[in-house]
């Protein structure tokens, strides 16, 4: 996380003294205030003369604008699906970057309002495009969904206590009743090593306790 704080700071064109970005705070975004702010990046995106730009929405934007569990998110984590993530970006992520910052600073937000630092850790999950729903297009942006086992498989392998409602959720929403359930879900994604070495099982056993 610390080296995409640094990227946006230092080798994004125009970051590096804005103060604005330095010193705004995390504001709590609606979905109708999310749709406005993608559609505005969109925009910004196609006036920089940048092509199809395709992100895949996860987290807690996720959870807010497909499941519908949540009044807001701080942050729209998204994975990059066909350009280079932010961690170590080429002159064509740098111009997204930007774009995202533009809107940043329109509006007063944090600079990672828009971010890709879950696909650090979880990107190698990523399903293909045609297992993908796409969601939005504004002008060059477009903005995909995955299935909703998918995002439960990532929040049982990756979880925190902050999670348990949303998992509660998607237990709810895919109609998921037992441990052996949930972990066929988990398989789908995950090879049992994984697993073993992140300790999911005892995850599962701690959400299916009796």
Not at 99 to 105: C, E, T
Request: with cysteine.
């Amino acid at each position: 996380m610390l080296a995409v704080q640094k990227i946006f700071l230092e080798e994004v064109p125009g970051m590096c003294c804005d103060e604005e970005l330095l010193m705004a705070k995390g504001k709590d975004l609606q979905s109708q205030e999310i749709e406005h702010l993608l559609e505005e990046l969109g925009n910004d995106l196609a006036q920089r003369g940048i092509p199809v730009v395709r992100m895949m929405i996860v987290g807690g934007a996720y959870m807010l604008l497909n499941i519908e569990n949540r009044a807001s998110t701080q942050d729209i984590d998204v994975f990059p699906i066909n350009y280079i993530d932010s961690s170590q970006p080429d002159s064509e992520t740098r111009r997204i970057l930007s774009a995202i910052n533009a809107v940043a600073r329109n509006h007063t937000l944090k600079r990672d309002w828009l971010n890709d630092s879950v696909f650090g850790i979880l990107g190698w999950m990523m399903p293909p495009l045609e297992e993908l729903t796409l969601w939005r297009t504004y002008a060059v942006l477009e903005l995909y969904m995955p299935a909703p086992d998918f995002i439960l498989a990532t929040k049982i392998f990756g979880f925190r206590d902050k999670d348990f409602n949303d998992v509660q959720a998607l237990l709810q929403k895919l109609a998921v009743q037992t441990r052996e359930q949930a972990q066929a879900i988990v398989d789908r994604y995950i090879d049992r090593k994984t697993q073993q070495e992140y300790r999911t099982h005892i995850t599962l056993d701690d959400l299916f306790e009796d």
